[in-house]
């Protein structure tokens, strides 16, 4: 997300400066002590008795005073030889870091090596974090920061830890404010959204989605990184509405806000930065969800089935399991159950392949509910604590909380015909309990 700009030598600060003059001093007066301790030799070496005595006081005492000038400079020498430590080998760590940091992100998702990169982020993000605390921002490391950045908010985003990308966004700022970079404003303000949106909080969300806009650059108004987060705006702002339509009674209030979160889809597709595979992908899931809100799952697969030819064609694994489990959605809505099934138990299999705990948790939840309707409960327990294990608990899951419980409650009970009531993505996992309550006589 973030223009790469032309390396440059690095000016000295003042304190180098210092350090510098210091040492310089320190060079002159050894030089000064050394020549009058040889001329004192010399003298004492030429005279017997007590000046003999005298010049060896004398000769020790400027030798000490030597020793004493010269011996931090002599050990840091020795640290640097004996550990090979320096500004210059530290930046080239940071440099390497974001090197491999951005290498494992293109791979996290992928149908080439995306449970690989899933475990390389999951042993090196402490790692990672401690690089960003502990390199001081400079103009010759800002990118190298950033781009370590950008990995970890990917890692954090998948892992649903909004906490973390909080504290990343953050961070960033912090970075940006310290060096002067708009750009990187931009982008901090825009992940605190990300993060605010994924801890419930949508006002603060929309709010620093403003400011994301008032700091954004005009110079780069045309440049493909302003065109990228003008286009993540408008999907976050969607998303924004989407929230609020799942929270919203049925109603003009929900219907207004599902109206414009397409609208703001739309405008994302429109500021797209030209061919870019990923973002049609992502554009084209929430518009299918759209749909699936408007009761229309028939739109929703004439969007789908294109997101899937082009996640294939990027091998993007993780879009192409999300629009399998989209389209699983979209069967049960046409009254297919069986077909459901078989979507959401491919997009599992996908997600359990690249290591996407949450979608496959999601996908979990959605065949233990089915066989919770269907009436065979041990196998919907099975499932359904499946999708408990893999998301640490149910802690900030209600739904999935609702399902376990009925599904520990209930006893044997009657099959459900296989033509299930017609119901909305929004309101679809609650109306599958409720059914199920109604026929066991909850």
């Not at 790692?127 to 908010?153: F, N, Y």
């Not at 961070?171 to 994924?198: M, N, S, V």
């Not at 392949?353 to 919770?372: K, M, P, T, Y």
Request: some cysteine.
């Amino acid at each position: 997300m973030t223009e790469a700009a032309p390396e440059s030598p690095k000016e000295p600060t003042k304190a180098d400066r210092r350090r510098g003059d210091f040492f310089g001093i320190g060079a002159v007066a050894s030089g000064l002590l050394n020549g009058l301790a040889g001329d004192k030799l010399s003298q004492s070496l030429d005279k017997g008795g007590w000046v003999s005595v005298v010049g060896f006081i004398l000769t020790f005492g400027f030798a000490l005073i030597w020793g004493i000038i010269n011996a931090p400079v002599a050990f840091r020498r020795y640290q640097r030889w004996r550990h090979g430590r320096g500004p210059e080998r530290e930046q080239g760590k940071l440099h390497a870091a974001a090197e491999e940091a951005e290498q494992w992100l293109v791979s996290l998702g992928s149908d080439a090596g995306g449970m690989a990169a899933a475990e390389w982020f999951e042993l090196n993000e402490p790692r990672l974090r401690d690089l960003l605390l502990g390199e001081k921002a400079q103009s010759d490391t800002v990118e190298d920061l950033a781009r370590i950045c950008d990995a970890l908010e990917a890692w954090y985003v998948r892992r649903r830890a909004p906490g973390d990308l909080l504290e990343l966004s953050e961070y960033l700022g912090a970075l940006a404010d310290g060096l002067g970079r708009r750009d990187l404003a931009e982008l901090a303000a825009a992940r605190a959204a990300t993060a605010y949106r994924l801890m419930g909080d949508l006002e603060t969300a929309s709010t620093r989605l403003g400011i994301s806009d008032n700091v954004a650059p005009a110079r780069r108004g045309h440049s493909r990184t302003a065109a990228a987060l003008a286009t993540r705006r408008q999907v976050e702002r969607a998303l924004l509405h989407l929230a609020r339509a799942e929270t919203a009674p049925a109603g003009n209030d929900r219907d207004e806000a599902v109206l414009n979160a397409r609208d703001r889809l739309d405008d994302a597709r429109l500021s797209r930065p030209g061919p870019d595979l990923a973002a049609e992908v992502a554009i084209h899931l929430n518009l299918a969800i759209v749909h699936l809100h408007q009761q229309d799952p028939e739109g929703a697969l004439d969007l789908l089935r294109p997101a899937i030819a082009r996640a294939t064609t990027a091998g993007d694994a993780s879009g192409h399991a999300h629009a399998l489990e989209l389209t699983g959605v979209a069967a049960w809505m046409q009254r297919n159950p069986r077909g459901a099934t078989g979507w959401w138990q491919q997009a599992e299999h996908l997600y359990a392949e690249i290591d996407e705990r949450e979608g496959r948790a999601r996908c979990l939840q959605h065949l233990g509910s089915a066989e919770l309707v269907a009436g065979r409960i041990e196998k919907a327990r099975e499932l359904l604590e499946l999708s408990e294990l893999l998301r640490g608990g149910n802690a900030g899951h209600p739904i999935l909380t609702e399902y376990l419980q009925a599904a520990r409650e209930a006893g044997p009970g009657p099959v459900l015909p296989e033509e299930q009531p017609h119901v909305g993505v929004g309101r679809l996992r609650r109306q599958l309990v409720r059914l199920w309550r109604r026929w066991i006589g909850h």
